[in-house]
């Protein structure tokens, strides 16, 4: 039974390595040729003339930030706002455009730019004014602190005048 | 029949395309072209005029050049689809052979990426809000795309907005932001609180913006203000009275059609009172 019916091995099979070692060089060639028509007819294709691309030397673009240097469109003049005007590098625009605006107006004054590397003498005399109350506070008793006023900045300034008995005059 | 019907067609067609270079700061009308440096010289009178042998393939030499608002690309020419002044920029450093565009006015903004606009919030939908931008559209500005997003920290509806675009084409819905590529606010986000909001032409907002303008610098000599502008058309402005705020919009509004002789006659008066 086993010899009427040859065993047919399938086509993958076939196609592996080892079972090729056998074969001929021309059965080898009509196997690969067969293999490459299978994948040619199933890869599909576009029946057009080849289109040439050219390459484009003009790019479009829709946006003016490329065209004018425009400003930044947030602004404040005279500290209206100190969040947009003073700091911040990246409003360096008005920095320079403030500075410009007070450069003319300051241009016939004489700059002294000295590097001040000391403290200057009303700043000394300013701090003393509130050390003073700052450390005698320190030793105020309890009644005393009455004394010692907070001033709006928060300086302690100890208050001048004690009140005292007034006599009244009649 | 043929012949005259052919020849109104060639007439129709365009008279010969001019070259950009010449045309720089006059009037171009839509629909007519235009050539770039690189091919007027082999498009010019054949042979009659000399030029120099270039050493380089023509291939190399040809630059990029970036064709801005209101120009469109056609083959290799210019297509001019504004009708405006034909301007020109030299390129800052090396690459590229500039940029030429149309400086064009109009009053119907057309959102595009990287401008900064102001916008209304008009409507919270899901994450994120509708904001009114003058376009076609409105812009949707998601919840997180603030600097220090909390909960708390929203804005609500009727607020102002002044943010940036991401995302801007014809076959999307904007998209706006109102913080950079770094995470940082920079300027942007809620506009605060009064102030007045009123509309301009988007070229008066660029003339405003130019790095020379004398109006604002003269503005700003008045009294203490603030102004945001945004390339939408839109200016909000806030002074400390409602009285000088209501003088600053008028200014600004003015100003586009004013001659500057009667622009400093206006400061000055202004100025002694």
């Given amino acids: 039974m086993a010899a009427e019916r040859k065993t047919r091995l399938s086509k993958n099979l076939l196609r592996m390595k080892f079972m090729q070692r056998g074969l001929d060089s021309e059965t080898k060639k009509q196997l690969e040729e067969e293999e490459k028509k299978i994948i040619s007819e199933e890869h599909w294709y576009l029946d057009l003339p080849e289109l040439k691309e050219k390459e484009s030397f003009i790019i479009e673009e829709q946006s003016f930030l490329l065209c004018e240097d425009l400003l930044y469109g947030r602004m404040s003049f005279r500290g209206f706002n100190p969040e947009v005007e003073p700091e911040g590098q990246h409003w360096c625009i008005f920095q320079k455009l403030m500075l410009q605006m007070n450069a003319k107006h300051k241009a016939e004054e004489v700059e002294d730019e000295t590097v001040e590397l000391d403290v200057s003498d009303e700043e000394m005399a300013r701090r003393y004014e509130t050390l003073v109350g700052t450390i005698g506070k320190k030793f105020a008793r309890k009644r005393d602190h009455a004394n010692y006023e907070e001033d709006e900045n928060g300086d302690i300034t100890p208050i001048k005048a004690k009140k005292m008995f007034l006599k009244p005059q009649d | 029949?043929?012949?005259?019907?052919?020849?109104?067609?060639?007439?129709?067609?365009?008279?010969?395309?001019?070259?950009?270079?010449?045309?720089?700061?006059?009037?171009?009308?839509?629909?007519?072209?235009?050539?770039?440096?690189?091919?007027?010289?082999?498009?010019?009178?054949?042979?009659?005029?000399?030029?120099?042998?270039?050493?380089?393939?023509?291939?190399?030499?040809?630059?990029?050049?970036?064709?801005?608002?209101?120009?469109?690309?056609?083959?290799?020419?210019?297509?001019?689809?504004?009708?405006?002044?034909?301007?020109?920029?030299?390129?800052?450093?090396?690459?590229?052979?500039?940029?030429?565009?149309?400086?064009?006015?109009q009053k119907r903004y057309v959102p595009v990426k990287g401008d900064h606009v102001i916008g209304i919030v008009t409507a919270k939908s899901g994450d994120i809000f509708k904001v009114d931008v003058g376009g076609s559209e409105p812009a949707s500005l998601s919840y997180l795309s603030f600097e220090g997003a909390t909960k708390r920290n929203r804005p609500n509806v009727g607020d102002l907005i002044y943010g940036q675009f991401v995302v801007a084409n014809k076959d999307m819905e904007p998209e706006m932001v109102c913080i950079d590529s770094c995470g940082r606010a920079n300027g942007m986000g809620v506009i605060g609180q009064d102030g007045l909001l009123f509309k301009v032409t988007l070229g008066l907002i660029r003339k405003l913006l130019a790095p020379d303008c004398e109006i604002i610098q003269e503005v700003g000599k008045l009294?203490?203000?603030?102004?945001?502008?945004?390339?939408?058309?839109?200016?909000?402005?806030?002074?400390?009275?409602?009285?000088?705020?209501l003088i600053l919009a008028n200014i600004l509004e003015a100003c586009e059609h004013m001659t500057s002789d009667q622009r400093k006659q206006i400061f000055s008066r202004l100025a002694e009172s």
Avoid at chain 2, 48 to 54: M, Q, W
Avoid at chain 2, 81 to 90: A, P
Avoid at chain 2, 230 to 242: C, D, E, F, L, Q
């Fill in chain 2, 1 to 105: 029949m043929a012949e005259p019907a052919s020849v109104a067609a060639e007439s129709l067609a365009g008279s010969r395309a001019r070259a950009a270079r010449t045309v720089l700061g006059q009037v171009v009308l839509p629909g007519e072209e235009l050539l770039l440096p690189e091919q007027e010289d082999a498009e010019g009178p054949g042979g009659a005029v000399e030029r120099p042998l270039s050493l380089n393939a023509r291939a190399c030499s040809r630059v990029r050049v970036v064709c801005g608002p209101g120009l469109r690309r056609c083959g290799d020419r210019l297509l001019v689809t504004k009708c405006g002044r034909l301007r020109h920029k030299e390129p800052g450093s090396g690459s590229g052979g500039g940029v030429y565009w149309v400086d064009s006015q």
């Fill in chain 2, 223 to 245: 009294y203490p203000l603030e102004i945001v502008f945004g390339m939408n058309g839109r200016i909000w402005v806030k002074a400390k009275t409602i009285q000088q705020t």
